[in-house]
């Protein structure tokens, strides 16, 4: 969602003038735009900021000069603090204001080095009013923010407190945004939401529609091949959304569903509102409906009170389901959350050694799943040239990069691949020429689920 919002940030200056810059030493403007979601994410702004220091005295010397600006979720939580803590700071918004930047600056341009700028409002309609994303940066593949904000409270997450209460962009202006997406050369969109299934967008018709009916009609928007959404929460998952995976072609048979931990226990204290079992059935259903799809998740270990037999069942539930690719994180205590006054917080090290146990079965899985595609043909959306010359790079359905001999022509294709080799993170393989099945039919056979 921050490459998101910061494209949009690019837009709204670009009437004003601005462009981006390749390097931030040839920046008249730098924007950092944060992450508050873990202490390590947070505290490297700091270190960014002592940098951008040091890049903003070096154009002060050469007689040019820097406006330095912190947005997103770490300006919204630590606010004036940070102009305190870093006062090369000149400017700090939130991610529910960055529409107001033009206004911002000229204020900052009137007021000089006067006045420092703290906008930490929540004008979520306000800003989805003024974006403009009408240049996507020529790529093939694009963003689209369907749905922000979360009301769900989990007792380690500081993303209700920062990004604010849920808000679904009506629907008029989701397809508005897509059909501009499709005419500038875009293949496929992912629905971003921080609870993107929760979403429930006001309709011409004046009804509330669901993601389910969202992705259909998208699905019918010509040139949109291939639709992806993330991310979803379980208890979020609706028999619509879960038939959707089983009748619209363009929907991609990958899905990323976050369940945190196994241990019933621990769910709770995280008030995640679902059990293991309720995660495994959902789990059942949704290869039910798509027989073919691959999972992924998010994981934290060391949540205050885990013990060895709540992070045993984790490991647990990972080998139940087998995943094709995982996040996984050790808890973090985040300021103003609940569970970083909670008891039982699990010690550093304690920590370290079951992150690394579950990451070894996680990574275990991620090998199984990229060797299980090796002979077997997909359909690769090319999306950049790739490091080595006369490389191509583009996505399987699973959204694993792929990497073929082939020249730049293939981009923004949907081009059948046969794998013939993993590694760690990426698969490569030889383009299957003379086939005469339709891409959408073939990204449907090829997805035998390995
Ligand atoms: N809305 C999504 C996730 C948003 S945050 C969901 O509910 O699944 C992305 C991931 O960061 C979370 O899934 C969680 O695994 C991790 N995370 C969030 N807060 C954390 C914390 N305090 N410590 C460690 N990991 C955290
Ligand atoms: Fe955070 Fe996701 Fe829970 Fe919302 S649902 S509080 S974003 S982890």
């Not at 992070?311 to 139940?320: D, G, Q, R, W």
């Amino acid at each position: 969602m921050n490459v998101y919002d910061s494209e949009r940030m690019a837009d709204i200056l670009s009437p004003h003038g601005y462009s981006l810059a390749d390097q931030p030493d040839e920046a008249d403007l730098v924007i950092l735009n944060t992450c508050h979601i873990r202490e390590k994410a947070a505290e490297k702004v700091y270190s960014e900021l002592g940098r951008m220091r040091r890049t903003q005295q070096a154009r002060r010397a050469q007689g040019s000069d820097m406006t330095i600006a912190v947005a997103g979720c770490v300006a919204q939580a630590e606010g004036s603090e940070i102009i305190r803590r870093a006062p090369v700071v000149d400017m700090v918004f939130g991610p529910q204001t960055y529409h107001r930047l033009p206004e911002m600056l000229a204020q900052l341009d009137r007021e000089g080095a006067r006045r420092k700028i703290v906008e930490t409002d929540f004008p979520v309609e306000e800003k989805f009013d003024t974006l403009n994303s009408a240049g996507n940066h020529g790529g093939v593949t694009a963003f689209l923010t369907v749905q922000e904000g979360c009301d769900k409270f989990c007792t380690y997450c500081v993303v209700p407190y920062t990004r604010g209460a849920e808000f679904s962009r009506p629907v008029p202006d989701v397809l508005a945004e897509a059909r501009r997406l499709a005419g500038a050369g875009v293949r496929e969109i992912t629905l971003l939401g921080q609870n993107v299934n929760a979403y429930h967008g006001e309709a011409a018709d004046g009804r509330n529609w669901s993601l389910g009916r969202l992705i259909r009609e998208i699905a019918g928007i010509s040139g949109i091949e291939r639709i992806r959404y993330t991310t979803s929460y379980p208890s979020e998952m609706d028999r619509d959304l879960i038939s959707a995976h089983a009748e619209v072609p363009q929907l991609m048979p990958y899905l990323h569903l976050p369940v945190q931990s196994g241990s019933d226990r621990v769910l709770e204290a995280m008030n995640r509102r679902h059990t293991a079992a309720e995660y495994l059935a959902l789990v059942e259903q949704i290869r039910a409906a798509r027989p073919d799809i691959a999972l992924s998740s998010d994981f934290i270990v060391g949540f205050p009170g885990e013990n060895q037999r709540d992070f045993e069942a984790t490991m647990e539930l990972v080998a139940n389901v087998g995943f094709a690719q995982a996040y996984s994180f050790k808890y973090s205590a985040r300021p103003g959350t609940p569970a970083a006054a909670m008891p039982y917080q699990i010690d550093e090290a304690e920590k370290s050694d079951r992150l690394q146990i579950l990451q070894q079965l996680l990574n275990e899985q991620q090998q199984a799943f990229n060797a299980a595609c090796v002979g077997q043909d997909f359909d690769i959306l090319f999306e950049k040239p790739g490091r080595g010359a006369g490389q191509i790079v583009g996505r399987s359905p699973y959204l694993q990069p792929v990497h073929i001999e082939g020249t730049a022509d293939l981009i923004g294709n949907i081009t059948q691949v046969r794998i013939t080799a993993h590694s760690a993170n990426s698969l490569s393989g030889t383009r299957v020429v003379d086939r005469d099945a339709t891409p959408l039919d073939s990204t449907r056979q090829a997805g035998a689920r390995a």
